[in-house]
């Protein structure tokens, strides 16, 4: 696969030029950019205009430790409540999303609300745009929720994510033009929180090199790391850990959760991917899906038999029922294991856990083969910043990192790529590592140039390059990283920082 087109070839060899001169001036006499901060007026007035007229929707979350039923299995871990899954907020595009969030946990914390194009400061990331919330301290978080679409909210701080601080936030269009009679939230979570270990554990083991030592006489398998998980979809190895269960809607196999409908009826299925280390194949069986968004945005139509989602992605399907018990499956991909939720239209028993779904080895369309709706493209233009983000790390040992170099979780500047208000900006992510990578950009919902597809999180393949396109249109510093959860926290991260 090369995505670089010829064309975008040649945009990007003239933004290289502007770039490069502008790399010399730096080094000379002029002044380094100097960079927005999530404190300047200009990103508390980008919402202020809608402020007064919309609605203000108020909610209160705390994060604590609590013990959580997982269906027979009891799990301690940090949620929101007292299940795996966070609640699940819901807007219109438009209004003001108030959330009061409470740190009841022993360390601090922070909410992204993942796609969102939010106000910078209220984006939720510690040091780049907010300090963490101390333990015993609540943070106010308040914005207008500008675009419809189906989205997260999860900590994002440290490893916090691979417990149960997540949920859906769904942002309702307030002129939705699909019909359906059902609308079905499929939250998709790899979990291991107080079952095998922490994710602290994971961590610990991952980086002290078990990867090198595994294979050698004498030495204990690992308890935590996947050492055989292929998956041909994702390009090599699908995972780095292993996971005791797998969740739709905090719950396991053994008690799926159940929508019911009439048959004939049409279902609208919102399905998220907040895992940490776990891409998911998904299939409803005995249907096909029609899928009609990517992250949130409006695509032309796309049937499909099977839908593959990295960490972080998001994808909307309608489905027409028949008549039966079906199971939705969201298959482990290249790990053992699956989730699993029922859909009920009749009588009947329910499947087994291993029900055997046709589907999941069917048509699986990637994002990169389907198109935004003609009112969702980005207008051509030339590019006038062009960013190459190399991914770079390996498992052993265990670090990533953006161009050689780890984050650093204490610094702005730490990988920092700059960009000007008003710029058409490609991202080209080029993975120079042995493993597929979830790459998410916050704050924006760039493009996909080979196909147009709007995208906040995109699956980069190993040893390939795709590039993104987006529009500047929100200051701000603006984080963007692998979702594997373990390898932002081991360092392949950066930012995306306005210069002013
Ligand atoms: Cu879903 Cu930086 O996160
Ligand atoms: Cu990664």
């Not at 058409?424 to 080979?450: A, C, K, Q, Y």
Request: proline fraction near 9%; hydrophobic fraction near 40%; aromatic fraction near 8%.
């Amino acid at each position: 696969m090369d995505p670089v087109s010829r064309r975008d070839f040649l945009k990007y060899a003239a933004a290289a030029t502007v770039s490069g001169g502008l790399a010399v001036a730096c080094s000379s006499s002029t002044p380094q950019p100097r960079f927005i901060t999530p404190s300047d007026p200009e990103i508390a007035a980008r919402d202020r205009a809608p402020a007064s007229s919309a609605a203000v929707v108020p909610m209160a979350l705390s994060a604590r430790p609590v013990t959580v039923d997982l269906g027979g299995v009891v799990a301690n871990t940090w949620a929101f409540g007292t299940t795996a899954v966070g609640p699940e907020i819901r807007l219109k595009a438009g209004e003001r999303l108030r959330a009061e969030v409470a740190n009841d946990l022993p360390v601090g914390t922070t909410i992204h609300w993942h796609g969102i194009a939010i106000r910078n400061d209220m984006d939720g990331v510690p040091v780049l745009t907010q300090p963490p919330i101390s333990p015993g301290q609540t943070f106010v978080y308040e914005a207008v929720m500008p675009d419809p679409g189906t989205y997260w909210y999860h900590s994002h701080s440290g490893l916090q994510l691979d417990r149960g601080l997540s949920g859906p936030l769904i942002i309702e269009d307030p002129n939705e033009s699909l019909h359906y009679d059902h609308e079905w939230t499929v939250f998709l979570k790899d979990w291991m929180d107080g079952v095998t270990g922490t994710p602290d554990d994971v961590f610990r083991e991952l980086t002290a090199g078990m990867g090198g030592m595994s294979g050698m006489p004498g030495m204990p398998a690992p308890r935590y790391m996947l050492t055989d998980g292929e998956s041909a979809l994702l390009g090599g190895d699908a995972g780095d850990v292993k996971y005791p269960y797998y969740l739709v809607n905090g719950r396991i196999p053994a008690d799926p959760p159940q929508f019911a409908a009439k048959p004939g009826d049409r279902a609208r299925l919102r399905i998220v991917n907040a895992g940490a280390d776990t891409a998911f194949r998904l299939a409803l069986g005995g249907h096909e899906l029609t899928v009609t968004h990517t992250d949130g945005y409006p695509i032309e139509p796309v049937r499909a038999d099977a839908l593959l989602l990295g960490m972080g992605e998001r994808y909307d399907a309608l489905v027409t029922l028949k008549d039966g018990v079906f199971p939705i499956v969201a298959s482990a991909e290249g790990k053992n294991g699956r989730a699993l939720a029922i859909v009920r239209t009749g009588p009947g028993e329910l499947p087994p856990v291993d029900v055997p779904v046709a589907e999941l080895d069917g048509r699986i369309p990637m994002a990169w083969d389907m198109s935004a709706m003609e009112a969702d493209r980005l207008p051509p233009r030339d590019i006038t910043r062009a960013l190459d983000v190399r991914l770079t790390g390996s498992m052993s040992p265990y670090t990533w990192s953006i161009d050689g170099v780890p984050f650093d979780p204490n610094s702005v500047e730490s990988n920092r790529y700059g960009v000007r208000s008003g710029e058409r900006v490609r991202i080209s992510w080029r993975n120079d590592t042995d493993m597929w990578h979830p790459m998410h950009l916050h704050g924006h919902t760039f493009e996909l140039s080979e196909s147009g597809a709007r995208k906040d999180t995109v699956i980069v393949l190993p040893r390939t390059t795709i590039a993104t396109h987006f529009d500047a249109d929100n200051p701000g510093v603006w984080a963007f990283h692998c979702h594997n959860s373990f390898h932002q926290d081991s360092g392949m991260m950066g930012s995306v920082s306005y210069e002013i």
